[in-house]
């Protein structure tokens, strides 16, 4: 102020004071700009980060959509069990962290308290199982078996068991309605890994730690649809994780439904069959290998001829996809995938490829037309056909003299396509191939889509093999330094393979184009893809992309989804090639090699068109193929170490034809016995509440019809005759037909050009 | 000297009633200065209403009665105003005479913190527990008697007549009678109430009209200290990391960075209005730790918003303000030197409190004058406060 005091007050110290002053009020300034600049410039982000901090989210998992068979049959569902759960959050608020509670709850599931303790304490490095390793904001299970009463005593009681709920949960289940397993086509769930979980957890529908995901099969192509959406609770909590608030719930959304063209009652018979005919196989004798045929896998695919779907699709040996559920055990593990295993896993009518043998020949037919021989014309069926002094035999050295090339397929003759195959080689130059060579024989494969997937549904499809001068020269690549490493000119038979392969390995040679024309050699092939080839053949020369899921129906039934068959090209042949080609098969199954499995067949009304194969794998039995179709449907059927093509799976194959057109042994048919005598074109209809009218099935057991009908048998001819439905006149032609096929199969050569001694004849029994 | 005496001046008249003696014009109550005195007391009570919002949540601390806190701060508050009355009406006169028995006492007492009677509590051992849930931080009271010992010696010569400033013999001798409790702070180690006394001295040098070298020096000395500390390596990484995480919180995520984060995030999310006392979701969550003590900014930045928490800062000025007045107009040099010392002191601390919840300065354990809860802190500042006011009082009038 004013007043200098007289006394101590220098200028110096007052310059200082103000200095301070100054100071004070700058460093206080500072304060409140900063203060301004934190909250009221950069408030919004901080509140972001403040709400950020303490949401917690609690997942309620979405139920699981079914996947049923063409007329809503559920193939795989869920099981409602009596869960038990603790809230931990609940717990922890009381005075003696739900001890009391938790006590209480053991004496009504009659479990031990201290079990139930352990169970809802939180997993840590420390921690021994049982521990709860999810969010300590889940609702932790306690049991998933309750009873109805146990739950009804918890629930009625809610006040003296608070945090505890007592809820039914959805689980799993492959029902294996009539007992058709379907194992690898619905594949299997398994639980959802670390690094899913990471990756799913910012999206929309984030997985729970304990979730399952489809892993193969159905379950897996179509994971998305089945999985739904997963409801989301957020609540505020504390840093010490209780809980302050709770946002407004998402609820959850079950999944779609997946209807498959699968029905289960031809499914069953395609197991059933399979498996019968691969026990029949194992008591046959096979002189080449002097002991009995191992059949130690085989597969079946029946589909919808005009529309690519499958109807029916069997792998052995199988497995139960329950096993699955509830998390698979060590032990079953290992059975399913271990080395001993023979993998039941696989899908072997999309994973299993083998070389084709002669129902391969429909390829070099079509070929031959396209390089411009004629349908008509001669070829020579001789006996043999040789090559510098290398002999490839015919079939049992069976000689035809000229013959059309329908003739060729009806009678399976090696020689005609064999000199076919070879003619070509040699126009394209040979060992020194032109550069404008046509391969017309390597190209038509390629457009029967052969060496590429066909686009089915289900995942990991394989793609087999078409060895053309390119993959030879890939291959080479790859194996030359072996194979010149352990070639001997004059060792064993691999050792002299090795040698000649590493000497011109890389080039296709005409031995290589004379196996191939028969779908020996190197050449693989799955079953869906034969299946997908005598599906177009049977529809006019279109190849669909196989499918088995149908449509994808919403939980409430309101949204249908259908997945419509898609093409992925034409058959390489004109109409009348098609037609021609179409009548040599019918040929094939009346007169040729397929007719001692086809005695009795309806043809007039029915007609059925078919062609065997017998594929030699070096080292091991013979792969029995049967390609078949009607208009309606194409069943291919392959047993790995089978045997011949019609002597091992014929009788297979005509039984599944049996039962889905209701004939009996004799060709006379019942429609009311008949399971899909055309194929199902409408949808199962889903209810708004979700259930589904589903029919009852019958499970397909014949050694057990058999004794139950012999009874009846009188009565229920009787009672058929009426309805309209006279004996074929024809069946008796049969009999005699059925004679004519005198050969088991047709067969191919050795990789080294070499036939097979004598074979084994086939019994005629049927 | 009487206690009367002090009490009054004026020292002539008639008798007059005691309410009439408490509202005359030259009454001491008349004169004391009341916008400090408001807004200090106005600081204690926002100052009780954050801390019961931080703690009553707080089971584990509160030993279940959310109103612990809020008693407490409001019994401290109390017996600081109680302080206050009594060091105005020994007047800051007659505590010159008692400041070596307070300096012995409180050096005695910062001593015991050494010794094992001494307790940490959260992580700073600066305690001394006396039992009953009681414990005391003689570190609070140091600050008062480092101020007025130094007063003490600087102003004695200067306000005798002798002298226009202190001579370098009572400087180096004030220095060395503030060295002593400084010194043993650092072994607690109590870094931060180091911090604040170094800077009382600096301020009661400067107020002393000690020379500029002196000043100068001390400054030269204690950024060539810091240096040194920084080059031999005195200090591990990790106390470096700790020092620099309030600029870089990644530095030491999981201890003073996750302080560091967590208060910034509370304080931003407040904006302008801030979410209503006891709505702060960043409070209410506990996510700052040390909330009712040296983070309690934050609950007023949080809950109260920007007004809230300018207010606080706002007030805090008054209080400078009006000190600064004080230290300038007062008569005696050793007026102005003790009214210097708690300038630097109270400027300081609140400005390293603030600072560090804002993110500009590293953090360290001290208290925010009035507002933060704590016993000690809060009667230390509250006889500064009656320092302050005697001060004022005991000047000759200026009309």
């Not at chain 1, 045929?293 to 085989?298: H, L, R, T, V």
């Not at chain 1, 040979?430 to 550069?435: D, I, V």
């Not at chain 2, 990644?250 to 996750?258: F, I, S, W």
Request: glycine share 12%; charged share 20%; hydrophobic share 40%.
């Amino acid at each position: 102020m004013t007043n200098i005091p007289e006394t101590g007050r220098t200028p110096r110290v007052q310059i200082r004071l103000v200095i301070m002053q100054v100071l004070v009020v700058s460093l206080l300034m500072t304060l409140g700009g900063r203060l301004w600049y934190l909250q009221v410039r950069n408030g919004e982000e901080y509140a972001k980060e403040a709400s950020g901090n303490h949401v917690q989210q609690v997942v309620q998992p979405a139920v699981r959509g079914s996947i049923l068979d063409a007329r809503g049959v559920p193939l795989a569902d869920n099981e409602t069990r009596l869960v038990v759960s603790a809230s931990r959050t609940d717990l922890m608020k009381m005075k003696d962290d739900g001890k009391g509670v938790l006590t209480k709850l053991a004496g009504v599931l009659g479990m031990k308290p201290k079990d139930v303790m352990d169970k809802v304490r939180l997993c840590n490095a420390e921690t021994p199982q049982p521990c709860w390793n999810g969010s300590p904001y889940q609702p932790i299970p306690i049991t998933d078996e309750a009873t109805p009463r146990q739950a009804l005593q918890i629930r009625e009681r809610s006040e003296d068991f608070p945090g505890i709920t007592a809820e039914p949960t959805a689980v799993r289940r492959y029902p294996s309605p009539g007992e058709a397993n379907t194992a690898q086509v619905l594949g299997y769930l398994s639980p959802v890994t670390d690094e899913e979980i990471e990756k799913a957890k910012d999206s929309d529908s984030p997985y729970l730690r304990s979730d399952q995901v489809g892993r193969s099969g159905l379950e897996r192509a179509y994971d998305k649809e089945l999985r739904g959406k997963a409801g989301v609770t957020r609540y505020e909590v504390d840093n010490l994780g209780r809980v302050i608030g709770q946002a407004k719930p998402d609820e959850a959304e079950p999944g779609a439904n997946l209807v498959t063209s699968i029905d289960a009652r031809v499914q069953r018979v395609a197991e059933y069959e399979l498996n019968e005919a691969m026990k029949a196989a194992r008591k046959e004798f096979d002189d080449n290998t002097n002991e009995n045929y191992k059949a130690d896998s085989g597969a079946v695919v029946v589909m919808e001829a005009k529309t690519g779907r499958v109807v029916a699709m069997a792998s052995n040996p199988t497995y139960d996809p329950n096993a699955w559920v509830g998390g698979i055990s060590g032990k079953d593990y290992a059975r399913l995938t271990g080395k001993d295993s023979n993998y039941p896993l696989l899908n072997r009518a999309i994973q299993g490829q083998a070389a084709p043998g002669s129902i391969f020949k429909v390829v070099p037919t079509a070929a031959a037309i396209n390089a411009g021989y004629a349908f008509d014309g001669n070829y020579d069926c001789s006996s043999s056909y040789s090559i510098g002094g290398q002999v490839f035999k015919n079939f049992e050295s069976q000689s035809y003299g000229p013959i059309s090339l329908g003739r060729a397929l009806e009678v399976s003759c090696d020689t005609v396509f064999y000199r076919l195959s070879h003619q070509e080689w040699l126009k394209d130059g040979g060992m020194k191939p032109k550069k404008d060579a046509k391969d017309w024989f390597y190209k038509t494969a390629h457009q029967f889509g052969l060496g590429q997937e066909t686009g089915i549904d289900l995942p990991n499809e394989v793609s087999g093999r078409i060895p053309d001068r390119q993959w030879k020269k890939d291959y080479w690549e790859a194996n030359k330094d072996a194979w010149c490493k352990s070639g001997k000119k004059d060792g064993s038979y691999a050792e002299k393979i090795a040698y000649e392969n590493c000497l011109e390995g890389n080039r296709l040679r005409a031995g290589d184009s004379v196996n191939y024309s028969i779908g020996q050699g190197d050449t693989l092939v799955t079953p869906i893809q034969m299946a997908t080839i005598y599906a177009a053949i049977s529809n006019g020369g279109t190849l669909y992309d196989p499918t088995v899921g149908k449509a994808v129906i919403s939980p409430d039934g309101k949204s249908i989804q259908e997945i419509k068959p898609k093409a992925h090209g034409k058959l390489p042949m004109s109409q009348k090639t098609r037609d021609e080609m179409d009548q040599a098969l019918a040929g094939v199954a009346t007169r040729g090699t397929a007719a001692w499995r086809f005695g009795g067949w309806p043809q007039d009304r029915i007609p059925m068109h078919a062609k065997t194969g017998t594929a030699e794998v070096y080292g091991k039995q013979t792969t029995s193929w049967f390609a078949t179709y009607t208009k309606d449907y194409t069943v291919v059927m392959t047993i790995s170490q089978g045997g011949t093509g019609s002597g091992a799976s014929g009788p297979a194959v005509r039984k599944i034809y049996n039962a889905i057109y209701g004939l009996d042994e004799d060709g006379k048919q019942d429609l009311k016995k008949a399971l899909l005598p055309e194929p199902e074109k409408s949808l199962p209809k889903i209810e708004s509440d979700g259930s589904i009218d589903a029919p009852k099935i019958e499970t397909y057991d014949p050694s057990k019809e058999e004794k139950a009908s012999e009874e009846g048998q009188q009565a229920g001819d009787d009672q058929q005759l009426p309805a309209g439905t006279t004996p074929s006149p024809e069946a008796s032609n049969r009999d005699t037909r059925r004679r004519s096929g005198r050969r088991g199969s047709t067969g191919g050569r050795g990789p080294g050009g070499r036939g097979p001694g004598g074979r084994v004849r086939r019994r005629r029994t049927t | 000297m009487s206690g009367t005496n002090g009490f009054s001046v004026s020292g002539y008249g008639p008798e007059r009633s005691a309410w009439a003696r408490l509202i005359a014009r030259d009454s001491l109550v008349r004169r004391l200065d009341w916008p400090m005195l408001l807004s200090s007391l106005l600081l204690s009570l926002i100052g009780t209403a954050l801390v019961f919002s931080a703690t009553r949540n707080r089971t584990e601390l509160n030993q279940g009665d959310p109103y612990y806190f809020l008693f407490r701060h409001l019994l401290n508050t109390g017996i600081g105003l109680a302080l206050m009355i009594g060091t105005i009406w020994l007047g800051h006169r007659t505590l010159r005479t008692a400041v070596p028995i307070l300096y012995g006492v409180s050096v005695f007492l910062v001593l015991l913190v050494l010794t094992p009677v001494g307790a940490t509590i959260n992580g700073a051992h600066a305690w001394i527990r006396l039992g009953g849930g009681f414990s005391l931080q003689p570190s609070e009271f140091v600050k008062i008697t480092i101020i007025l010992g130094m007063a003490m010696l600087l102003a004695a010569r200067v306000d005798a007549g002798d002298k226009d400033h202190p001579d370098h013999r009572t400087v180096v001798q004030a220095l060395g009678l503030a060295a002593v409790p400084i010194m043993i702070v650092m072994l607690m180690p109590d870094l931060g109430s180091v911090m604040v006394m170094a800077m009382i001295v600096l301020g009661v040098l400067l107020a002393s009209g000690a020379s500029n070298r002196w000043v100068f020096g001390l400054l030269g000395a204690g950024a060539a200290g810091a240096v040194a500390v920084w080059q031999l390596g005195v200090l591990d990484e990790y106390q470096i990391n700790r020092f620099a995480a309030f600029a870089n919180p990644e530095l030491d995520p999981a201890g003073v960075g996750y302080n560091t984060n967590q208060a910034r995030i509370a304080i931003g999310s407040g904006g302008l209005t801030g979410t209503g006392l006891f709505h702060g979701s960043q409070t209410t969550g506990q996510f700052v730790p040390e909330q009712q003590t040296d983070f309690v900014f934050t609950v007023a930045g949080e809950e109260l918003g920007f007004l809230g928490a300018g207010l606080i800062i706002v007030l805090l000025g008054v209080v400078l303000w009006r000190a600064c007045r004080i230290a300038r107009e007062t008569t005696e040099l050793y007026g102005t030197i003790v009214a210097a010392g708690i300038i630097a002191w109270f400027a300081f601390q609140s400005f390293e409190n603030i600072g560090m919840t804002l993110g500009i300065m590293p953090v360290a354990g001290l208290p925010l004058p009035f507002v933060s809860y704590g016993g000690s802190s809060m009667f230390a500042v509250w006889v500064a406060i009656g320092l302050l006011q005697s001060i004022r009082v005991q000047r000759p009038m200026s009309a």
